[in-house]
């Protein structure tokens, strides 16, 4: 039995991080986020809508590609979505368990280890199959690869990695190439060998991200990907936001800089080992930046992955194994798992039990949790859309609440849609605002509530001078 464990490791990893995570990403309610925005556009592309010519996407496309052809061939709606959302998580844990393994670090510690890092990791759940985390995810495979470093292709899996990261989301795939550059240098030295070694990868990298480019451009939106993912991403950086746990993210940082040099000046690692951590330790730092600009509490734990592998690394070397604490870890990790298992078997019979599977299956909400005030506001909305199209009116709800009123109508907007600052193109705000001035036929929903930190008040200020207010229906005013 013990040796079906040990062979069949990676399986049972898998299954058991599906375990204690499918009932928290089964449980996350239908509301105004993260999941409902990328969803939508997911949903939006599988009925016909292009990328970017239609949809104010501003990541590159990697992630809209793969979740797009899923959903079209199993199902697109919330459950299959929120389904994907756990499998990408427990594939992530999977490959941080084979980076300790990688590590020679035990089977049964590299399992401890991923345990504790679920205390941390574990509000990730709630973003659901997401961009970000994809591109962290081919992140750690690169890593892992850069570690094992056993294949003689090595150079092309690391451009397909590079491209991937890239084409996922720009910034992380930047971050990931210069890392990658970095650890190069630092183990192999400035050399001749080095520069071709790296001239290889990235030719790779260029030749694959060419073809995607000629892709979307006889695709008719090569232009538009330019737009919104390059030109319109400046404005993006403006919507600064830092939450206080960037805190923690530093201070380990710190640490495991700090120790990584004082480990290497002592020589207290062989070759290999020391390889390792500095290999860990680049990526962390280079990945921490994966914050900027909206250091919230997803973002930060996001860039806490890489900093805490090498954390419990380095904890692995100068004390765990030092004074043998394998039966304290051991409790602690079995500790955690039963509580993981406990509230995901919660969540997840919670879910069964409150559901709409009364809904078809192509309905975008399918298998999804709505409070019952949410959807008495959406089918009062939708209704009301419907009517005004009877009469020959196009009624844009110019919010971030807009998704969750359009999904179950398939209704596409464009930038109209999602109207925050830095997904509006080059053109920003002053373009935007010069949509709203065209409609024709138009009635537009504002919010009478405080404006979301990256909506834009210009274009709400606009709406209020130009139109002129005919009433309100549930949290919004009408304007025509």
Not at 142 to 151: D, P, Q, T, W
Not at 331 to 340: A, E, G, P, W
Request: net charge positive; proline share 1%; hydrophobic share 45%.
């Amino acid at each position: 039995m013990i040796n079906k464990v040990k062979k069949y490791d990676n399986l049972i990893i898998f299954i058991l991080l599906l375990l204690i995570s499918i009932g928290v990403s089964l449980s996350l309610y239908i509301t105004t986020g993260d999941i409902i925005w990328n969803f939508n556009n997911v949903y939006k592309i599988t009925n016909g809508y292009k990328m970017y010519t239609d949809i104010n996407i501003i990541i590159t496309p990697i992630f809209f590609y793969i979740v797009s052809i899923i959903c079209k061939i199993v199902g697109s709606n919330i459950l299959i979505y929120k389904i994907l959302g756990t499998i990408i998580y427990s594939f992530t844990g999977l490959i941080i368990y084979n980076i300790f393994k990688s590590l020679n670090i035990s089977k049964k510690n590299s399992f401890y280890y991923l345990m504790i890092m679920q205390t941390m990791l574990y509000v990730i759940l709630t973003g659901g199959a997401n961009y970000n985390f994809l591109a962290i995810t081919f992140t750690l495979l690169g890593i892992l690869l850069l570690i094992k470093n056993k294949s003689k292709y090595g150079w092309i899996l690391q451009g397909i990695i590079c491209y991937l990261n890239l084409f996922t989301k720009q910034n992380i795939g930047i971050y990931y190439i210069a890392s990658v550059i970095i650890v190069e240098f630092i183990i192999e030295g400035i050399n001749k060998n080095t520069f071709k070694k790296i001239t290889k990868q990235f030719l790779v990298t260029v030749i694959l991200s060419v073809l995607n480019l000629l892709f979307m451009y006889f695709g008719g939106n090569l232009f538009d990907f330019i737009n919104y993912t390059i030109l319109g991403i400046g404005e993006f950086t403006h919507n600064f936001y830092i939450d206080s746990y960037v805190i923690l993210l530093i201070g380990i940082d710190i640490v495991t800089l700090v120790t990584t040099i004082f480990i290497n000046k002592k020589k207290l690692l062989d070759n290999k080992q020391n390889n390792n951590l500095i290999i860990l330790s680049t990526f962390s730092i280079m990945m921490s930046f994966v914050i900027y600009p909206i250091a919230n509490l997803y973002h930060i734990k996001l860039a806490l992955i890489i900093p805490l592998i090498v954390l419990l690394y380095i904890l692995h070397i100068i004390v765990f194994e030092q004074f043998n604490l394998n039966k304290l870890l051991k409790v602690i990790s079995m500790f955690i798992f039963i509580v993981l298992f406990i509230l995901s078997s919660y969540f997840t019979y919670y879910f069964f039990k409150k559901a709409k599977f009364e809904l078809q299956y192509t309905h975008p909400y399918y298998g999804g949790l709505v409070e019952k005030k949410t959807w008495e506001e959406i089918e009062k909305i939708d209704k009301y859309i419907i009517d005004e199209e009877k009469i020959g009116y196009n009624v844009i709800i110019l919010s971030k609440e807009a998704s969750i009123y359009m999904l179950p109508l398939c209704k596409n907007n464009g930038v109209l849609d999602l109207p925050f600052k830095g997904n509006l193109g080059k053109d920003g705000e002053e373009g935007l605002i010069d949509k709203i001035s065209k409609l024709k036929s138009c009635k537009i929903l504002i919010t009478k509530e405080k404006l979301f930190w990256q909506e834009s008040e210009k274009a709400n200020d606009y709406v209020r001078e130009n139109y002129i207010k005919t009433g309100e229906i549930g949290e919004f005013e009408i304007y025509e």
